[in-house]
């Protein structure tokens, strides 16, 4: 069955510094979303994308969040700077409009 | 309050066992989702229902559309069903997703 990919599955960083997550949605898939999801709360979304535009951003912080979907396939979301608040699972999925959801394996991100 | 409800929040088990774990919600919908959680992070959507009831092996999903309420049951529960349930509307046309704060079950050998 196909998958979304996600990358990296691990990443630790310091505070201050710049950090990328990277996925890669079910081929056909228009909307991809990027989700945070603090441990024992519910996945929160950050954008979402349908094709290479973004349809919901109003979670985002973005004086340090931002993220692309350039060609309307792959998405990067990045963080910079980190900070300790950040550490969080980032949880990308992909569907066909309003259909099932894939999530990807979820990048875990530690701040120190 | 939030748009979606579950409960119960926590839930332990002997295997074996029968399983309900409920939702509520607020909201217009197009669907209800079912999702499981295991430790480490990765979400598998187990049902999509617009209405009635679906089954997949020891599973069964219900939705009453009118009271706004929708019930995921495990029949004969086992240590591997240990997960966080998660329950998630879509809404009409605008292809957003809500969830709940999920289901931490733990069934014991």
């Known amino acids: 069955e196909a998958e979304v990919a996600q990358s990296p599955r691990y990443k630790i960083t310091e505070k201050s510094q710049a950090v990328a997550f990277w996925c890669d949605p079910i081929?056909?898939?228009?909307?991809l979303y990027w989700y945070r999801q603090i441990l024992g709360q519910g996945p929160e979304l950050l954008v979402q994308?349908?094709?290479?535009?973004?349809?919901?951003d109003s979670q985002l912080p973005k004086d340090r969040f931002s993220a692309e979907r350039l060609k309307g396939v792959d998405s990067t979301l990045k963080i910079q700077p980190a900070e300790l608040g950040d550490s969080a699972m980032y949880l990308c999925a992909s569907s066909l409009e309003g259909e099932k959801l894939f999530f990807g394996s979820g990048t875990q991100l530690s701040v120190l | 309050k939030n748009e979606v409800e579950q409960s119960p929040q926590n839930l332990t088990a002997q295997e074996g066992e029968f399983i309900t774990i409920n939702c509520s919600y607020s909201?217009?919908?197009?669907?209800l989702h079912w999702l499981q959680q295991h430790p480490g992070g990765g979400i598998v959507s187990l049902f999509m229902?617009?209405?009635g009831k679906k089954k997949h092996g020891r599973l069964i999903a219900t939705i009453n559309i009118q009271e706004k309420h929708s019930s995921l049951h495990i029949t004969a529960s086992h240590p591997r069903d240990s997960a966080v349930y998660i329950c998630?509307?879509?809404?009409?046309?605008?292809?957003?997703?809500?969830f709940g704060t999920g289901t931490r079950l733990k069934v014991l050998a």
């Open positions: 998630a509307v879509s809404s009409p046309g605008t292809y957003k997703y809500i």
């Open positions: 229902l617009s209405s």
């Open positions: 909201v217009g919908i197009s669907a």
């Open positions: 994308f349908q094709d290479e535009s973004v349809v919901d």
């Open positions: 081929s056909g898939h228009a909307t």
